[in-house]
């Protein structure tokens, strides 16, 4: 009688013993990271290796757009997903995420050595309510990119700070484009907050309001008027090139390419795009001799611009088994080195100061030091946790940029906030 009860434990030992071999090895922390060309696996697994077995730090990919990155987070932290440790995340969702209690708090020791030698602007993009929430990783800014021949023949001394409105008159005089990101999407949002900050002003007054009905738009003002007079300017002056109304980052950097190219705002990945054009044949190297590059266009004469900030932070799931380890790998991911590695092999400036002064970044990238110090200036988009609907509402009142008017855009954008943050619209 013995025998089929002996037989049975053995039966029910064996999937115990496999379970405990399959859990004696180091915790996996799973980060899940944007698409990219390998770098943040490469840092995971040296990442891993540092870590002398007190962790494995494995990649999962994201979806490619922003938008689809953060559904199907949300859809899991939703859900208290306890498989999520670390993520990348897009600066506008982290008000969002830490709002709804989908972050672990930022221990203030971890705080003071991912913050030390960081950009004021990527700092600020991965705070919340005046709290560290995220850890910063790499970081991005727009540059002012002109062609050095147009520059010259216009008169402008690019050396010195230019207004949208000298580069404006210098495309129309000269016959040229002003390349700007005018489709109905995240970018036009990019560049209606780069605008009105660079006046002085803000999106919101109050975002880090909690409550949707108490947020108050602050774009009917002298800084949204000035914002929007800008884009009626560059429209009438009608150098925004014949896709203006659907332009996005890619399509601005090849009309950059162009023989029509005068001045364009992008990211610095037209750098490199630019580069390997050339490497393929399909670009002259002289067209790349011409590219220059400056601070990003002042609204106001005199006024120092906020350039657009943008890039990736590091949270820390809320529901993570392992919060402790999550951190000291965040910690790790984010080291100048990493950093500088991250930026030559897959393009991301980083957030790290001191990773800019690397010599093989210095060599790589010679507008290095103007993307470290458009870092320190950028603004980021309006911190709050309702930014899907500020963003969406910013689209439908100002696109097409043709059609934006000082006297009524802002006015719009105001109200239709308004009314969509009280239930009163819907999007």
Not at 58 to 73: C, F, M, N, S, Y
Not at 119 to 128: D, I, L
Not at 307 to 314: A, C, I, R, S, T
Not at 395 to 409: A, L
Request: charged share 20%.
């Amino acid at each position: 009688m013995r025998r089929p009860t002996a037989l049975l434990a053995l039966v029910l030992a064996a999937p115990l013993a496999a379970c405990a071999t399959a859990e004696s090895g180091p915790p996996t922390i799973t980060w899940y990271t944007n698409p990219d060309s390998g770098g943040t696996a490469r840092i995971a697994q040296r990442c891993s290796e540092e870590s002398d077995g007190a962790y494995r730090l494995k990649t999962v990919l994201q979806p490619r757009d922003a938008p689809g990155q953060r559904e199907q987070l949300v859809r899991r932290l939703a859900a208290g997903d306890t498989s999520i440790d670390l993520m990348s995340l897009d600066p506008p969702f982290i008000p969002e995420f830490a709002n709804a209690g989908f972050l672990a708090p930022v221990p203030e020791d971890v705080a003071a050595v991912v913050t030390k030698d960081v950009a004021e602007g990527a700092v600020a993009g991965a705070s919340f309510g005046g709290e560290l929430v995220t850890v910063p990783f790499w970081a991005n800014t727009q540059l002012l990119w002109y062609r050095k021949s147009v520059a010259e023949a216009a008169g402008l001394d690019m050396s010195q700070p230019v207004t949208w409105e000298q580069i404006i008159d210098a495309a129309q005089e000269q016959d040229v484009t002003v390349a700007v990101q005018g489709t109905r999407a995240e970018s036009l949002t990019v560049w209606i907050n780069a605008l009105v900050t660079s006046a002085g002003g803000e999106i919101l007054e109050n975002p880090d309001e909690e409550d949707p009905q108490a947020v108050v738009p602050s774009l009917d003002t002298d800084a949204g008027r000035t914002a929007a007079q800008i884009m009626a300017d560059l429209s009438a002056a009608g150098v925004g090139g014949p896709q203006y109304s659907n332009a996005d980052e890619d399509i601005n950097a090849s009309m950059f390419e162009g023989d029509s190219a005068g001045f364009m705002v992008n990211w610095p990945f037209v750098w490199q795009r630019a580069k390997t054009a050339v490497e393929d044949g399909t670009l002259d190297q002289s067209v790349l001799d011409d590219y220059g590059w400056a601070m990003y266009p002042q609204s106001v004469a005199g006024e120092e611009s906020r350039p657009p900030y943008g890039g990736v932070n590091l949270g820390v799931s809320a529901f993570s088994e392992h919060p402790d380890l999550a951190y000291e790998a965040a910690q790790c991911v984010v080291r100048p080195e990493n950093q500088a590695e991250f930026y030559l092999t897959d393009g991301n400036p980083p957030g790290s100061l001191v990773a800019f002064d690397d010599p093989e970044v210095q060599e790589a990238f010679p507008m290095a030091d103007l993307i470290k110090e458009s870092l320190q200036n950028a603004a980021p988009r309006p911190q709050t946790p309702f930014y899907n609907e500020v963003s969406t509402s910013l689209q439908r009142t100002w696109h097409p940029p043709r059609s934006v008017s000082p006297d009524s855009s802002p006015a719009d954008a105001t109200q239709l906030i308004t009314d969509v943050l009280q239930g009163r619209a819907l999007l």
